[in-house]
């Protein structure tokens, strides 16, 4: 320190006995140094003193020199001392981080960096003089200019992107210091390259287009992969921002056969299970899976994650995975990372689910890799996300995947040739839904409602299972037991919650389901009870909606095959014991919740704590293409459970409903006007195909005819041929009536071919004839659609015209219609 302040005393001069200069004072004196020295060495010691006080007076240095900073940058490219003290003394000013000699300075804000970068970059040629020192090969400047281009994308990335985008060959020279033999400038170009490529897709496919995948897998390679250091994690973060929501670079990296240069990386050394994982390791591994995961993705555009699925498993990528899952000593965090992995690496693709079924643990004795993750996900001393990724996993293994529901469904079935003794999927998941712990209820609620998604058939067959009662009673279904459970008040909330899902979509398309669940005693009761209730907790309003939507499904599914439980007498329930716009109030509670709008944004689940898990993609989905339809059912009946009509309008209100009666009827009598005459038409078209088909039989007729002629008149003239030997023929004379015989046949052709011509163009006008036909048909159709359409357009008016009837009748007098709607309804039939 001492030897600083005797240099800047030797830049500023002595000063006079007991007079210290401020840091402002000696800023501007160093600034003036730089501004007006004539001599290099003047400029240059200047610079060195701003740089030295940049770390302590920031805010000094920044507001009065980076001016003359900037013209040092244009002036003295020549000298590369000075250009790397300019270059360090502007990224001191505009760095994030804060200094150790300004932590008791109170002038210094938090974003006092960022307001110099904006400063900076306000003049966009200070970028381009910055870039252009890139190319200099001193490792004071280069480091520097990378040194302060990071610190201002990491200040104000979008406004650099744009910046670098337009610069004269900008992404192409950073690239090109990737390939520098100083570790040091590489991994400074890897840090800025990962701010640069946050969140631009036009900058991703320029850096991955200059040969970046290949330079990154040559990196990661010579570091040790994934048991490399520090710089290993930077190149996977890389290569995360260049893949992650980028189709093109993602058919890029497949296309290049990437894919099968990461598989190699997830084969673990025999020794890693003694020598255990190191943290720099785990942080690799995680890297290098959520790498694979941005391949696979859902969101991603079915095609190409459908591609590097199979590229996968024909790596046996998937099999290095599979390996992992069942290894031991692997950390929490990275197994539940491998199993989301391999979730989207076999999520709808029929090979990789077979695959991931065939995988079996080394246990004692061997069970499938899917029941062990199973016996984790119910194990309520697992992590939370652990678990969560299990049934994660195995969502994705049933997606799409029938045979693999149907083998789930089939555990739970009775059959005489199973192992009793061995664990089964299905036998886990009763486990669960039976378990004293909530969150395994849950888990277990949506896996076997996951088992149901799109097979109606298979819900058929769930309702057969039957379950053992303690004391060797009658057994019951798997349905009739859910219900009771849901029924019970020990029956905890979230517990509650799985039951209601799983429900829900058993009973979704499956009248059969519906059948049994009406069946089943004090369901009905409960629901109705629930919905009547007024709990003011957020949960128990959620609670109430999802009542409201299994009850809204009884309606919509229901085939009225049971007495009394018929769509109109739960239609009647609904009404008179708990309201249709309670009902709707209340049905709507799902959408609002906070839980719904998370579990809509993506299908793998994610929570911090177990409270946050309460709704599942798959219910949501289902929710919200029924409730809307739901809603509009149940607000179509009257008070006596019937749909609701005229009968209790007004005067006025039924003479309008009337008109419009009349209006449709008239159009009724045109369709029909129309339609008969579609008929008269399609009718005289098929007998002028008839007749045409006639006249084309009778022309063919003549035309064989008019041939065999032709040959007689050819026999008939044809001069008689010498015999073999040379013996000459004997000619017979012909009689005399063979020249009056032949002139007939002539006379006979002639008039074949005068017949033939006349239905040649009988048959030309018997075509024209049909096509008008046929464009008459064409036209009454037309007609016939624009007349339909009308008709349902005026149908449509007439059921908004309706419901604003009913609803001004419910707030006016019984026998009067306000003027004003009146009017509207007359100036409409006008």
């Avoid at 006995?17 to 501004?35: C, F, I, M």
Wanted: hydrophobic share 40%.
């Amino acid at each position: 320190m001492e030897f600083l302040k005797s240099g800047i005393k030797t830049v500023l001069g002595s000063t006079e006995p007991g007079q210290q200069p401020s840091a402002a004072e000696t800023v501007e004196k160093l600034v003036d140094r730089v501004y007006s020295s004539t001599l290099l060495e003047d400029r240059r010691d200047a610079c060195r003193a701003l740089k030295a006080l940049s770390r302590k007076y920031r805010i000094e240095v920044g507001a009065q020199g980076m001016p003359p900073l900037v013209q040092v940058l244009q002036n003295d490219g020549q000298d590369a001392e000075i250009i790397s003290y300019a270059l360090d003394t502007l990224c001191n000013v505009v760095t994030s981080e804060e200094f150790d000699e300004e932590a008791d300075n109170p002038t210094v804000s938090v974003n006092v960096g960022e307001q110099f970068t904006e400063m900076f970059i306000k003049t966009p040629e200070h970028v381009t003089l910055v870039m252009g020192y890139l190319e200099e090969y001193d490792f004071r400047v280069r480091r520097a200019a990378i040194q302060l281009i990071t610190s201002l994308i990491s200040n104000k990335t979008r406004e650099l992107q744009d910046l670098i985008l337009v610069s004269p060959m900008g992404v192409s020279k950073l690239m090109d210091l990737l390939t520098d033999s100083r570790e040091v400038i590489r991994n400074d170009v890897l840090l800025l390259l990962i701010e640069l490529t946050k969140g631009n897709s036009n900058i991703q496919k320029i850096v991955a287009f200059e040969n970046a995948f290949d330079r990154l897998f040559e990196i990661v390679r010579e570091e040790g992969c994934s048991d490399g250091g520090i710089v290993v994690e930077d190149c996977l973060i890389l290569l995360l921002n260049l893949l992650k929501n980028n189709s093109s670079n993602q058919q890029f990296f497949k296309e290049g056969s990437y894919i099968q240069r990461l598989a190699p990386m997830f084969e673990l050394s025999p020794d890693t299970e003694d020598a255990g994982w190191s943290p720099q390791k785990v942080s690799n591994f995680h890297c290098l899976l959520q790498v694979v995961r941005a391949l696979v993705t859902p969101s991603n555009q079915q095609q190409v994650v459908a591609a590097c699925q199979r590229v996968m498993q024909k790596s046996r990528l998937l099999h290095a995975l599979c390996e992992i899952l069942m290894s031991s000593g692997v950390p929490a965090d990275i197994l539940t990372e491998t199993i989301n992995a391999v979730a989207e690496v076999v999520r709808g693709d029929r090979e990789n689910q077979e695959e991931l079924g065939r995988v079996m643990a080394p246990s004692s004795p061997p069970r499938p890799a899917i029941v062990v993750l199973l016996m984790s996900m119910i194990n309520e001393k697992q992590l939370l996300a652990l678990r969560c990724a299990v049934l994660y996993c195995f969502e994705c293994f049933l997606f799409r995947n029938s045979d693999g529901q149907r083998a789930v469904v089939q555990t739970l079935l009775p059959s005489s040739a199973s192992d009793v003794s061995a664990l089964s999927t299905g036998q886990l998941l009763c486990t669960g839904l039976f378990s004293t712990d909530a969150l395994a209820n849950w888990f277990s609620a949506v896996a076997l409602m996951h088992s149901l998604v799109e097979n109606v058939a298979l819900k058929e067959e769930l309702l057969r299972v039957l379950l053992a009662t303690p004391g060797g009673q009658k057994p019951i279904t798997l349905l009739e037991q859910c219900t009771n459970l849901m029924q019970q008040e020990r029956y905890r909330l979230q517990s509650k919650v799985g039951l209601l899902m799983l429900l829900s979509l058993w009973l979704a398309h499956c009248p059969g389901a519906v059948k049994a669940l009406l069946e089943t005693q004090g369901t009905m009761a409960y629901l109705t009870a629930q919905l009547c209730s007024n709990e003011h907790d957020e949960r128990e309003f959620l609670v109430q909606g999802m009542c409201a939507f299994l009850m809204g499904l009884c309606i919509q599914f229901n085939d009225n095959s049971l007495a009394g439980q018929k769509r109109e007498d739960i239609s009647q329930l609904i009404i008179k014991r708990i309201g249709q716009e309670s009902f709707c109030s209340k049905l709507a509670e799902v959408s609002r919740h906070e839980a719904y709008s998370r579990a809509c944004k993506q299908a793998q689940i994610r929570a911090k704590s177990a409270g946050e898990l309460l709704l599942d993609f798959e219910y949501c989905k289902l929710y919200k293409g029924l409730e809307a339809l739901i809603a509009k059912l149940v607000s179509g009946f009257d008070v006596d459970g019937i749909e609701l009509t005229e009968l209790t309008l007004s005067s006025e209100a039924s003479a309008l409903v009337s008109q419009y009666k009349g209006i449709i009827r008239g159009m009724d009598a045109q369709i029909q006007t129309l339609q008969q005459s579609s008929k008269e038409l399609e009718q005289e078209n098929s007998e002028l195909k008839e007749k045409l088909q006639e006249e084309q039989s009778l022309k063919a007729q003549l035309s064989d005819q008019n041939t065999l002629l032709k040959a007689q008149l050819s026999a008939a003239g044809q001069p008689a041929q010498p015999q073999a030997g040379g013996a000459p023929a004997t000619v017979q004379a012909p009689p005399a009536a063979s020249e009056e015989e032949l002139n007939a046949a002539r006379y006979q052709a002639n008039m074949y071919f005068a017949e033939n011509i006349r239905l040649t163009k009988e048959l030309e006008t018997l075509r024209q004839q049909l096509a008008a036909e046929k464009q008459r048909a064409d036209a009454a159709q037309e007609s016939l659609a624009a007349t339909q359409k009308d008709q349902e357009d005026l149908l449509e008016l007439l059921a908004d015209q309706e419901a604003k009837l009913t609803r001004y009748e419910t707030e006016s007098s019984p026998n009067q219609v306000p003027s004003s709607h009146a009017q509207e309804q007359e100036s409409i039939l006008r």
